[in-house]
């Protein structure tokens, strides 16, 4: 499935900032055998005192950018063409059985950007929590495959949590989010990845666009679908990593479009960095994935 993408960022600023650095990671990143980047343009307005492009650790495309004028608002946008292919199909006794995961893991010696040792600890905003471990230990059995326990977990904190954009920030903790069962994408797969953490699954963090289908008869809206976040699972060294999304209980298919991986959302924050201003500031955010097929 092709698809185009069109994202913008906007911020207006109470009075004019000083100086600013952000890192942006808005890209979707190319996939061997699954997510193919024609062409990807990020623009920046005003244009920035200084701009560089480069990868980061897990090989996520970065735009870092400076302003040393004084600005008074902020545009990023994207402009995309991606071909995605969804993965092959995944049966619940794929990958590692949990009694052996232990084992397979101690026999990774590798820590590049794709090792499960990554994902295995305390990342900055997702920790052990002996509520989330016992919520996840509830859910399973020792006769599971890691893939079994990962999709139980998540079915379950999909029952369990309800979707509530009001009910959570970007800074809620994970703990918060998982004590009142609400919150949004972002909260879903923090407390996912802390009950798969806590029962020694490798998991992280998948930032990226989600197509939305709109009712039957009913015309696709600009600026109707979103930014989405979903979570990685490591199945052991014959599987690797595969994904799924708690928000909608589904395994990730060609509809999810991969823009960043990291530990947790501080590693792919679409936008992030300092400002220096006085007052507040109003941010408005738009996406368009669409069909080209």
């Known amino acids: 499935m092709r698809y185009e993408i069109r994202m913008q960022q906007d911020y207006t600023y109470a009075a004019a900032s000083h100086a600013a650095r952000n890192l942006i990671r808005v890209s979707p990143r190319p996939i061997p055998g699954r997510q193919q980047v024609t062409h990807c343009n990020v623009t920046v307005s005003p244009p920035p005192s200084e701009r560089r492009d480069w990868l980061d650790f897990f090989g996520n495309q970065v735009t870092e950018i400076a302003f040393q004028m004084p600005i008074?608002?902020?545009?990023?946008?994207l402009l995309t063409e991606v071909a995605c292919t969804s993965p092959p199909p995944l049966a619940a006794s794929d990958g590692v059985a949990l009694t052996d995961l232990r084992a397979q893991l101690h026999a990774v010696r590798n820590i590049g950007p794709e090792s499960p040792h990554h994902f295995l600890a305390a990342s900055p905003r997702v920790r052990p929590h002996a509520d989330m471990t016992a919520y996840a230990r509830a859910s399973i059995n020792d006769g599971m495959s890691v893939v079994q326990a990962a999709l139980a977990i998540g079915q379950r904190l999909h029952e369990d949590m309800t979707y509530d954009a009001d009910a959570t920030d970007v800074d809620t903790a994970t703990e918060t989010a998982f004590a009142n069962r609400h919150g949004v994408c972002q909260d879903f797969s923090h407390v996912m990845i802390a009950c798969l953490r806590g029962?020694?699954?490798?998991?992280?963090?998948?930032?990226g666009y989600l197509r939305t289908i709109p009712p039957e008869g009913q015309p696709r809206l600009e600026g109707a679908d979103a930014m989405h976040a979903w979570v990685r699972v490591w199945g052991g060294t014959q599987l690797g990593w595969l994904e799924y999304d708690p928000t909608n209980d589904l395994v990730v298919g060609a509809d999810h479009i991969v823009s960043a991986y990291g530990r947790d959302y501080s590693d792919v924050a679409p936008i992030r960095g300092v400002v220096r201003i006085a007052g507040d500031q109003v941010s408005s955010h738009r996406v368009d994935v669409i069909p080209l097929d």
């Open 72 to 77: 008074n608002a902020l545009s990023v946008a």
């Open 199 to 207: 029962i020694g699954i490798p998991a992280g963090y998948v930032g």
